[in-house]
């Protein structure tokens, strides 16, 4: 299986924006979908962006996702940050060659 | 509702088994492939299992395979984990969830908490 590295945390005011990122280890990011979660504590995860850059409707427009195939990384950008979006957040795909989902290991995301 | 609601969690003695249970409602169970994610205190998201809309397939993650079995019954809307051989660090919140049509997981579990001690 490949690999999801991303940052243990990361840090930002509120008003600021600010880019986790996740970077697949072999194979290419563009190949499978990345979707990102968002866990608060002591709550189950909830979807912010599916598809690489897809935003379900109940998700802010200040979150998106992008892609880069030359860091073979994809990206989650949350714009004007507000203290409600302190959360852990994680980065999600699918190894199609073992059927395996694969995680990021989560960033702690904290807004000061 | 459209929900999830897992149980049969609790303290177990390592080396022992137990057995979850995800009773699913509100959703045509038959059509979706169903996985179980786990959480250890602290930790990050583990994949554990997946099984396929009609139990003809199912895949384990490396650190639960030969030990883990997931299944499911259709007819009872019920997706099941059954665990042997636990080990303390298989200690986690598990969470069955659904993925929906666009791949991703788009319903979760509230989870339930499986404590192994030594």
């Known amino acids: 299986n490949f690999m999801l590295t991303q940052p243990h945390s990361v840090s930002a005011s509120p008003g600021k924006t600010v880019t986790i990122s996740c970077t697949r280890s072999?194979?290419?990011?563009?190949?499978?979908?990345v979707h990102w979660y968002r866990q608060r504590p002591g709550s189950v995860p909830t979807i912010v962006i599916s598809?690489?850059?897809?935003?379900p409707s109940a998700v802010p427009d200040r979150f998106s996702g992008s892609i880069d195939t030359s860091s073979n990384s994809a990206f989650l950008t949350i714009s004007g940050l507000k203290t409600e979006d302190e959360s852990d957040y994680y980065c999600?795909?699918?190894?199609?060659?073992?059927?395996?989902?694969?995680f990021g290991g989560g960033t702690k995301l904290t807004v000061l | 509702q459209v929900q999830l609601v897992e149980s049969g969690g609790g303290v177990v003695q390592a080396g022992k088994s137990l057995r979850l249970s995800c009773a699913a409602s509100?959703?045509?169970?038959?059509?979706?492939?169903l996985h179980w994610v786990r959480q250890a205190p602290g930790k990050g998201l583990e994949w554990v299992a997946l099984?396929?809309?009609?139990?003809?397939?199912?895949y384990y993650g490396d650190s639960v395979k030969g030990r883990f079995t997931i299944s499911r019954d259709n007819s009872k809307n019920t997706l099941y984990l059954q665990m042997s051989s636990l080990r303390v660090d298989d200690t986690a919140v598990y969470y069955c969830?659904?993925?929906?049509?666009?791949?991703?997981?788009?319903?979760w579990g509230r989870g339930t908490l499986v404590s192994v001690s030594s």
């Open positions: 509100g959703f045509t169970f038959s059509s979706y492939g």
């Open positions: 598809e690489d850059d897809q935003r």
């Open positions: 099984i396929w809309y009609d139990g003809s397939n199912e």
């Open positions: 999600q795909s699918f190894d199609s060659s073992t059927n395996h989902v694969i």
């Open positions: 969830a659904r993925r929906g049509s666009a791949s991703y997981f788009d319903l």
């Open positions: 072999s194979g290419t990011i563009a190949s499978k979908y």
